[in-house]
């Protein structure tokens, strides 16, 4: 068969859904098929996500995106993983079966036992050796959770029969029928137990948090031959599974972001801001994350990174907790109705505030709001908290990486269903100050790894696959002084959630 009738595909399994993607030769996307998962929290706010149902959805939206772009199995090349992070599985290595149900990155039950951690006096080792600061935010002390907790997890262990890992881990090892337990350095370096210098996971840190290191999956480049795949019998032939990262990192390579100083925001349900610093880590003591970009052919590249719990999840709250939308389409148009003097914040500390705070006690505030505040105002407001979360970690990177330098961050390439909303593209222009860039496709972190699948596989040349036609560019419009105004508003808005 010609070359011209072959395509790569990708799986994205985000945190509310999953997709599968295919692109042509050209590196152009021809088909997405998306399926929703349920959302399962409870009452204490802890969220947790059913590994079977993801499993399932994931082999039926290939099933399906296959057949809408009525392409043959025979066709498919090779195939790339993207995930949402930090979001833990656990399961029986002779069954397959998950133990427990993953425990959502967003799940902050983790919580008591990084106070005992800290209590124990092994915070700066921890964020000395990981990169991370101590926060429920990441994999360890969810899994730490699951061994104090799931009363099968140590015998299991014991025995040498329990799998602990992230998203990704799971479905390789799913797409492998058991044969295969890996991960990548991007998704082991956000778990807090990889040790950024020495890139193998942490014997002292694992025993710290109570988690046998045998347990963990093997870790291996980004562009490593994971294992084969026929999906349950989808494919006749078995396909390579030859990429695999985090979704941030997948949407940083997406972008094309290869050079250091150069960063990208995705924009989900939650935000990853993250900034290319080349072939050594940076570390922050400012609220940033040092992280693996990634590593192909035995190369690794480092990232500073910035998470953010909610920005486009204040979108969903909007429409499902207060009824003020239908969709979120309505928002653009809404907040361009909206008085521009209005001095309304809202800051979404729902579980907390993730980066550059880290405060787990902060709760979520409205404020500012006087008679004439309305449904435009409230919904502008919603936005703009999107923006201003950014623009404080974006603040913050440009320090830490320039460190006097003078080099600062020309642009920020933006990807995520919320770049669509030209109002807040607008203003995280002029909050910031530097042009904001909106690619054509919007799909960056499934992009992203059928990209680098692909160049694994020969497939693709690295030196055609990125440009920047098709951007769309927002530059700074706002006055300066009105721009500082709002900034000090915002920071105002955060120190009260924290009193």
Known sequence: MEHETKYMLSVDQSTQGTKALIFDRSGKMIQRHDIQHRQIVDGNGWVEHDLEEIWENTKAAVKWVMEEAGILPGQIVGLGISNQRETVAAWNRKTGKPIFHGIVWQCPRGEQICE???????????????????????????????????????????????????????????????????????????????????????????????????????????????????????????????????????????????????????????????????????????????????????????????????TGAVITWLQKQLGLIEHASETEGLALKANPRDRTYIVPAFTGLGAPYYNSDATALITGVTRMTGKPELVKAALDCIAYQIQDVLVLMDREFGKGTGRGIAALRVDGGPT?????????????????????????????????????????????????????????????????????GWKKAVERTVL
């Open 116 to 310: 005992g951690v800290k209590a124990q006096g092994y915070s700066a080792m921890i964020k000395d050796r990981t990169g991370l600061e101590l926060s429920p935010y990441f994999s360890a002390s969810k899994l730490a959770w699951i061994f104090q907790n799931v009363p099968e997890a140590g015998p299991l262990a014991e025995k040498g029969d329990l799998c602990c890992g992230t998203i990704d881990s799971w479905l390789v090892f799913k797409l492998t029928q058991g044969a295969e337990f890996k991960t990548d350095y991007s998704n082991a370096s956000r778990t807090q137990l990889l040790n950024l210098c020495s890139l193998t996971w942490d014997r002292e840190i694992c025993r710290i948090f109570g988690i046998p290191v045998s347990c963990l999956p093997k870790i291996c480049d980004s562009d490593a031959i994971f294992g084969k795949t026929r999906m349950e019998g989808l494919f006749d032939e078995a396909i390579p599974i030859s990429c695999v990262m985090g979704d941030s990192h997948g949407a940083l390579f997406g972008q094309g972001c290869l050079e250091p100083g150069m960063a990208k925001a995705t924009y989900g349900t939650g935000s990853s801001v993250m900034m290319n610093v080349g072939d050594a880590p940076v570390f922050s003591n400012q609220g940033l994350a040092a992280s693996l970009a990634w590593s192909r052919g035995g190369k690794v590249q480092y990232v500073l990174e910035g998470n953010i719990n909610y």
């Open 420 to 488: 669509r909303n030209r109002y807040l593209m607008q203003f995280q222009s002029d909050v910031l100050g530097i042009p904001v860039e909106v690619p054509g496709d919007e799909e960056l972190s499934g992009i992203g790894v059928a990209y680098m699948a692909g160049i694994r596989l020969g497939f693709y040349d690295i030196t055609d696959l990125f440009g920047d036609s098709g951007r769309e560019r927002y530059v700074p419009r706002m006055d300066q002084e009105v721009r500082r105004e709002k900034i000090l």
